[in-house]
């Protein structure tokens, strides 16, 4: 070992030279190689503090958090702007107190695949619950959101069929495809008129076109009557993920599908448990014929063990305080757009997000790794986006914004972004291996 095929040499790798689809894209003598020159490339990043990634929170994810900081060998308080908690639901008293009653009588999990021992009364209320919700005939409960895409697309589709994806769907989507042996094509991010075109070459194939209500990395909203419309008069389906959605939109929280007055004209919907509900797991709905069928067919359902009964438990309080009382709703939206203000008029770019996911674009890896270094050292925490959640370009910090964030909280963390993205100049990765996939 010593210089890769590729020109990495391991004695002397300068992790400013490399981004991380460099390491996604590697392909070394031996499958572990890669292994090698990614620790070489981490030690690097280590002594020059920029690996911000997998310190350990010591808190509950509130809108201050205790994080143990490697570089200090102790923990430390930051502001926390990362975590999904939109409502504040995973910290509420009544819904920890369903939890804990529920743990006592169910136990800590659900030891058995849903068709086997894994189904319970609690389980079956919750799909009956969601289904209800979202005013359609059936749900089915995954034990995670992206087991839910990753199970629904692979079971519906086949080899030979086209999925035709938003080029910014999340990753759960892209692999739900790819599992299923299909073919993906993708169009523009929300262009109606690039997804005609590809409608047009698909030559009577089965198809599905998929979307997001909210877009997970750039917070903006699908484009759904355009798009709605191209897929009617194609005659395909669409599958519209409402994963940072639900509960945020439409009247009565029912996703971006009910902001439009659209509902009726999606074939199936997916949502998760793991962003507002402040849980874990995730669900999807339609009618009732094609949930049986998922029930049976969908691999990450049938074969892996169910959502833990006590996080059934939650989710249904939250579910019932939600439809009682919006103030969480209310104040998140009061929030986002003080936020989305506060950010513009310093100055950062935050792209078109109409929601509490509000990207602040930074450009290369490079910069990025010196811009989180910096608010990490002023006690922010924020999403640290890079390759392969986005392409390596298009690089960002991504803030979750909270019912529960104070005034103070935010005019602080304005602050700090302001004063780091001044502090930091522009500059690019030098590379001397030019491989990167993704651009
Ligand atoms: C649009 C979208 N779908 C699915 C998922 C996967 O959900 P989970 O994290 O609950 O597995 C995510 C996660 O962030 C997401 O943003």
């Known amino acids: ?52 990634y997998g310190n350990p929170i010591v808190t509950a994810p509130v809108s201050e958090i205790d994080v143990y900081d490697r570089y200090v060998e102790s923990e430390r308080r930051f502001l926390n702007f990362c975590s999904y908690n939109y409502l504040g639901y995973s910290c509420n008293p009544e819904v920890i107190k369903a939890v804990q009653d529920g ?14 021992s894994g189904y319970y009364d609690i389980s079956k209320k919750l799909e009956d619950e969601i289904a209800k919700f979202k005013k359609k005939e059936g749900a089915v409960v995954f034990p995670t959101g992206y087991g839910t895409n990753l199970g629904v697309l692979s079971c519906l589709l086949k080899p030979g069929d086209v999925a035709v994806l938003d080029i ?22 929300n262009n109606s008129r690039h997804l005609e075109k590809v409608l047009k070459g698909l030559n009577g194939k089965r198809a599905i076109v998929c979307v997001e209500g909210v877009y997970s990395m750039d917070g903006d909203i699908a484009h759904l009557p ?9 005659g395909v389906r669409i599958l519209l993920d409402e994963a940072h959605s639900t509960l945020i939109f439409g009247e009565n929280g029912r996703g971006v599908a009910e902001h439009y007055g659209l509902e009726d004209s999606i074939d199936i919907t997916i949502g998760t448990f793991s962003k507002s509900f402040g849980a874990i797991g995730g669900f999807v709905t339609g009618n009732k014929k094609l949930m049986a069928y998922l029930r049976m067919f969908s691999g990450s359902y049938v074969f892996s063990c169910a959502m833990a009964p006590h996080t059934a438990a939650g989710i249904l309080k939250v ?10 709703r209310n104040k998140l939206w009061e929030n986002t757009k003080y936020m989305q203000e506060r950010l513009t008029a310093a100055g950062l770019d935050i792209g078109d997000t109409k929601s509490q996911v509000i990207p602040v674009f930074v450009g290369s890896d490079l910069r990025l790794r010196e811009i989180s270094k910096k608010i990490y050292e002023k006690g922010l925490y924020t999403g640290v986006v890079t390759y392969p959640a986005v392409s390596n370009k298009r690089t960002r910090l991504r803030l979750s914004i909270s019912s529960q964030h104070t005034k103070e909280q935010m005019d602080s963390c304005v602050a700090i972004l302001q004063e780091v993205f001044e502090s930091v100049g522009n500059f690019e990765v030098k590379k001397r291996y030019k491989k990167s996939v993704v651009t």
């Not at 743990?103 to 695949?113: D, E, F, I, R």
């Not at 579910?319 to 969480?328: G, I, N, P, R």
Request: charged share 25%.
């Open 1 to 52: 070992m010593g210089v890769s095929k590729n020109g990495f040499d391991i004695n002397n790798i300068n992790c400013s030279d490399y981004g991380q689809a460099d390491f996604a894209n590697f392909t070394g003598e031996d499958l572990f190689e890669v292994s090698e020159y990614f620790w070489a490339f981490l030690q690097d990043a280590y002594k020059k503090k920029y690996m911000v």
């Open 103 to 116: 743990l006592s009588k169910y136990g800590t999990g659900a030891v058995s695949a849903p068709l086997l």
């Open 168 to 189: 910014l769907s999340h990753a759960s989507i892209y692999d739900g495809v790819r599992l299923a042996g299909a073919d993906i094509k993708v169009f523009n991010h």
């Open 226 to 234: 355009e798009i709605v419309e191209v897929c009617k008069r194609y």
């Open 319 to 328: 579910l019932e305080l939600y439809k009682k009382d919006k103030t969480e």
